[in-house]
């Protein structure tokens, strides 16, 4: 008689008392591809094994053999929620290693750009919390003014999610009036919203109860994690790297960097919330620096680096010199200097890190990206571990992994 | 009872009743479908279906078609007949419950006087607590049979989540029927109709808790762990496809508008038209106007079920635990303690 065959049960897990559960890849709660092999007690998590991978693109080595100008694009899928941050994030590396000195008004109008992708960054983050516990109408409210920031984009880049925006040296264009009047549009409109916003979570009962004391981290552990951004923040660390290590001209600005207490899901979510309040306020003070550049300087928005910022169309068509760079520059002839640099920007997730090492030829040796969400997933088993299953949820959405950055 | 003895007009006319009320509901429930879509998308500052048909009111015809259309997948390591059982039950018991609310006045046709209700069991109120338990065995069963561990998990929390607040609501229950001193719904709404005050005027805290109750029982956000989406992945109707799966959120629905129905009837003063004096007009139309009112009341109750699902979020499970044990059915009590006292106060 032919034996029916049943699939292998591992030893043991007939008498075992918890229930396996898989949490990803394909599951809503975690916002694009990585896994969790959750060990469950009832509710109860009793243990997680994080997974990553399934959405590597082997950034780091496609980086190898391109030149730097074609790497802007790689920087996009990483947190591609913020994409302009990492766009500039890598210009600003590659400018200071290639020491390049920007103009102010490209230094300012590209803080109007990272902040932007700040708000648009944390709103998604906070609306997912809000997701997460439940409640749907903050998302589905918020998406409209984060359509107004990818306007903005559109209107300087002509893209809205991967924006590849600016070049080394600075923009490939100037701002529009169009982009000034949308970005005004924007700074009128946003701020009434965002209390509304605040005000349908902030205190609601229900929502506190959700995300105060759960997947909350010590500063000490945090910082060994080598957490940082508003994850750290909420711990009660104020490390910012827009303050620490200034770049783009942040010393010019005025701002406050919020910081939590506890940790927790909660103060993560107030963080980010304080933080789209600072960065309108960035944004202001930006906006009115760029007003005041008058005549000649107005028109700035590149710094002079003929081997990597391409000339004009009609100089190509006309002039030697020019065809010759935008031919160079294009093919990527252009040998490094030889030399390696560490450089961060505040990413909209944390300290985004790009270190770039170069033996002298027209792409980099090696290029590492420091992705802050990979930092914080290694921390995610300790902070749900003992929490109910719906908290490890709120936690996976509160420390903003997107499987984009996770993987690079 | 001879053949002769037996009123067949009756039993032909509460078909004809039963028929109507059930069409009715279904297409109500259709509809209700539409305007979560429409109360949602206004709440969310967003147009809403509006393509098909004038306003997108063909929408739910629409969805009810791609339902029908879809393919049927059974997993293969389901219990098949449970599988199919389980949207069945959860659908049957939803509609079960129309059977003891009297939708208006007596209404008189062909020298008949018809009773709008289709029977008005002395147990009423019971009736629909018996038929109202049921409905968690649909979800239970559509969980279990699915063979996963998200339906299953759903199942759980579901069934506890019925059990803990049924008895709070039934404890909220007791305290109005101290003050009515019957079951059947007929006689609670008559009595509301008949000059006094409604009911929720003398159980205020009843209504409350019995409102909080139903939403529990109609797994109505905050109270919607069993079909979680964002942990449990939809939980227990994560397996089905096709009508089957409409058959389960249909039935959401359905418990929506009876639970609104009996709220109104015993909180509300059922088809009772305040400051109307059904008398100045013809009965049949008195027994109209009363099935407006009605249908108007369950309306705002399913807009306020509506409202409230898309503005707060859900609880957790040890959460809704705590709520239901600690605060809801203590506050029962209180309330029961506090009518006994005022009744005895008055005598």
């Given at each position: 008689?032919?034996?029916?065959s049943?699939?292998?049960?591992p030893?043991?897990?007939?008498?075992?008392?918890?229930?396996?559960?898989?949490?990803?890849?394909?599951?809503?709660?975690?916002?694009?591809?990585?896994q969790?092999i959750?060990?469950?007690?009832?509710?109860?998590?009793?243990?997680?094994?994080q997974?990553?991978g399934?959405?590597?693109?082997?950034?780091?080595?496609?980086?190898?053999?391109?030149?730097?100008?074609q790497i802007t694009p790689?920087t996009?899928?990483?947190?591609?929620c913020?994409?302009?941050?990492?766009?500039m994030?890598w210009?600003?590396?590659?400018?200071?290693f290639?020491k390049?000195?920007?103009p102010?008004?490209?230094?300012y109008?590209?803080?109007?750009?990272?902040?932007?992708?700040?708000?648009?960054?944390?709103?998604?983050?906070?609306?997912?919390v809000?997701?997460d516990?439940?409640?749907?109408?903050g998302?589905l409210?918020?998406?409209?003014?984060?359509?107004?920031?990818y306007e903005?984009?559109?209107?300087?880049c002509?893209?809205?999610?991967?924006?590849?925006i600016?070049?080394?040296?600075?923009?490939?264009?100037?701002?529009?009036?169009?982009?000034?009047?949308?970005?005004?549009?924007?700074?009128?409109?946003?701020?009434?919203?965002?209390?509304?916003?605040?005000n349908?979570?902030?205190?609601?009962?229900?929502f506190?109860?959700?995300?105060?004391?759960?997947?909350?981290?010590s500063?000490?552990?945090a910082?060994?994690y080598?957490?940082?951004?508003?994850n750290?923040?909420?711990?009660?660390?104020?490390?910012?790297?827009?303050?620490?290590?200034?770049?783009?001209?942040?010393?010019?600005?005025?701002?406050?960097?919020?910081?939590g207490?506890?940790?927790?899901n909660?103060?993560?979510f107030?963080v980010?919330?304080?933080?789209m309040?600072?960065?309108?306020?960035?944004?202001?003070?930006?906006?009115q620096?760029?007003?005041?550049?008058?005549?000649?300087?107005a028109?700035?928005?590149?710094a002079?680096?003929p081997a990597?910022y391409?000339?004009?169309?009609?100089?190509?068509?006309?002039?030697?010199?020019a065809l010759?760079?935008?031919?160079?520059?294009?093919?990527?002839?252009?040998?490094?200097?030889?030399?390696?640099i560490?450089?961060?920007?505040?990413?909209?997730?944390?300290?985004?890190?790009?270190?770039?090492?170069?033996?002298?030829?027209?792409?980099?040796?090696?290029l590492h990206?420091?992705r802050?969400c990979?930092?914080?997933?290694?921390?995610?088993?300790?902070?749900i571990?003992?929490?109910?299953l719906?908290?490890a949820?709120?936690?996976?959405?509160?420390?903003n992994l997107?499987?984009?950055?996770?993987d690079? | 009872m001879?053949?002769?003895?037996?009123?067949?007009?009756?039993v032909?006319?509460?078909?004809?009743?039963?028929?109507?009320?059930?069409?009715?509901?279904l297409?109500?429930?259709?509809?209700t479908?539409?305007?979560?879509?429409?109360?949602?998308?206004?709440?969310?500052?967003r147009?809403?279906?509006?393509?098909?048909?004038?306003?997108?009111?063909?929408?739910?015809?629409?969805?009810g078609l791609k339902?029908?259309?879809?393919e049927?997948?059974?997993?293969t390591?389901?219990?098949?007949?449970?599988?199919?059982?389980?949207?069945?039950?959860?659908?049957?018991?939803?509609?079960?419950?129309?059977?003891?609310?009297?939708?208006s006045?007596?209404l008189?046709?062909f020298?008949r006087?018809?009773a709008?209700?289709?029977?008005?069991?002395?147990?009423g109120?019971?009736y629909?607590?018996?038929?109202?338990?049921?409905?968690?065995?649909?979800?239970?069963?559509?969980?279990w049979?699915s063979n996963n561990?998200f339906?299953?998990?759903?199942?759980?929390?579901a069934?506890?989540?019925?059990i803990?607040?049924e008895?709070?609501?039934g404890?909220a229950?007791?305290?109005?029927?101290?003050?009515t001193?019957?079951?059947s719904?007929?006689?609670?709404?008559?009595d509301?109709?008949?000059?006094?005050?409604?009911n929720?005027?003398?159980q205020p805290l009843?209504?409350?808790?019995f409102?909080?109750?139903?939403?529990?029982?109609?797994?109505?956000?905050?109270f919607?762990l069993?079909?979680?989406?964002?942990?449990?992945?939809?939980?227990?109707?994560?397996?089905?496809?096709?009508m089957?799966?409409?058959?389960?959120?249909?039935?959401?629905y359905?418990?929506?508008?009876?639970s609104?129905?009996?709220m109104?009837?015993?909180y509300f003063?059922?088809?009772?038209?305040?400051?109307?004096?059904e008398?100045?007009?013809?009965?049949?139309?008195?027994?109209?106007?009363?099935?407006?009112?009605?249908?108007?009341?369950?309306v705002?109750?399913?807009?306020?079920?509506?409202w409230?699902?898309?503005?707060i979020?859900?609880?957790r499970?040890?959460q809704?635990?705590n709520l239901g044990?600690k605060t809801?059915?203590p506050?029962?009590?209180?309330?029961?303690?506090?009518?006994?006292?005022?009744?005895?106060?008055?005598?």
């Open positions: 008689m032919e034996q029916h049943h699939i292998a049960l030893k043991g897990s007939i008498e075992k008392t918890t229930t396996t559960l898989n949490i990803g890849p394909t599951h809503p709660a975690t916002h694009g591809v990585f969790n959750m060990e469950v007690d009832g509710e109860r998590v009793v243990s997680t094994e997974t990553v399934y959405i590597h693109r082997a950034f780091e080595k496609l980086a190898e053999r391109r030149p730097l100008y790689i996009d899928r990483l947190n591609y913020s994409s302009p941050i990492n766009n994030g210009h600003i590396t590659c400018e200071r290639l390049v000195e920007l102010k008004r490209v230094d109008l590209r803080v109007i750009i990272m902040e932007l992708a700040r708000i648009s960054d944390h709103l998604i983050c906070n609306s997912i809000g997701v516990t439940g409640a749907y109408t998302f409210y918020v998406m409209q003014y984060r359509e107004l920031i903005i984009y559109e209107e300087v002509g893209s809205r999610l991967t924006t590849n600016g070049r080394i040296g600075g923009f490939e264009r100037n701002f529009t009036n169009t982009a000034f009047t949308k970005l005004e549009k924007f700074l009128n409109e946003y701020p009434k919203v965002l209390r509304e916003f605040e349908l979570f902030a205190r609601n009962r229900i506190m109860e959700r995300t105060q004391g759960t997947g909350g981290i500063a000490q552990r910082m060994n080598g957490f940082t951004g508003p750290l923040r909420a711990a009660g660390v104020d490390y910012d790297v827009r303050v620490q290590q200034p770049y783009s001209s942040y010393q010019d600005f005025d701002f406050k960097v919020p910081v207490t506890t940790g927790d909660y103060d993560r107030l980010r919330n304080a933080e309040y600072e960065s309108i306020s960035i944004i202001k003070q930006a906006y620096k760029v007003q005041s550049f008058k005549g000649a300087e028109e700035v928005y590149h002079d680096v990597y391409l000339p004009k169309k009609e100089d190509v068509y006309t002039k030697m010199e010759i760079w935008h031919f160079k520059i294009i093919m990527g002839e252009i040998d490094l200097p030889k030399g390696q560490y450089s961060a920007v505040e990413g909209g997730n944390g300290e985004l890190g790009f270190y770039l090492v170069s033996d002298g030829g027209r792409t980099p040796f090696r990206f420091r802050p990979f930092i914080y997933y290694q921390a995610f088993e300790e902070l571990k003992g929490g109910m719906s908290d949820v709120v936690t996976m959405s509160s420390l997107i499987a984009g950055e996770l690079a | 001879t053949l002769h003895s037996f009123d067949w007009a009756l032909i006319e509460k078909l004809i009743l039963i028929i109507i009320i059930v069409l009715t509901t297409l109500i429930t259709l509809y479908t539409f305007g979560e879509r429409k109360v949602a998308a206004i709440l969310q500052d147009p809403g279906p509006n393509r098909v048909g004038p306003f997108g009111l063909f929408q739910p015809l629409a969805d339902l029908i259309m879809k049927e997948i059974i997993p390591a389901a219990s098949k007949w449970l599988f199919i059982l389980g949207p069945g039950l959860a659908m049957t018991a939803s509609l079960m419950t129309s059977a003891v609310i009297p939708w006045t007596d008189h046709l020298g006087t018809i709008l209700q289709v029977a008005d069991v002395n147990i109120i019971l629909v607590f018996a038929v109202v338990s049921m409905s968690v065995y649909g979800i239970m069963i559509g969980g049979a561990k339906s299953l998990m759903s199942a759980l929390r069934a506890s989540q019925a803990s607040y008895i709070a609501m404890l229950l007791i305290a109005l029927l101290m003050t001193g019957t079951l719904l007929k006689t609670i709404v008559a509301q109709v008949s000059g006094h005050w409604w929720v005027v003398y009843g209504f409350i808790i409102f909080i109750c139903a939403m529990a029982e109609c797994n109505r956000t905050p919607d069993p079909e979680a989406e964002n942990e449990l992945n939809f939980g227990y109707h994560q397996e089905y496809s096709s089957k799966l409409g058959f389960y959120l249909f039935a959401e359905v418990n929506m508008i009876m609104s129905a009996i109104a009837s015993m003063g059922g088809y009772d038209l305040p400051f109307f004096d008398s100045t007009v013809a009965p049949n139309i008195a027994a109209m106007i009363g099935i407006g009112t009605l249908l108007i009341k369950i705002l109750f399913v807009f306020l079920f509506m409230i699902r898309w503005t979020p859900r609880f499970y040890d809704l635990m044990w809801m059915i506050l029962a009590l209180f309330n029961m303690l506090l009518t006994g006292a005022l009744i005895l106060a008055k005598l």
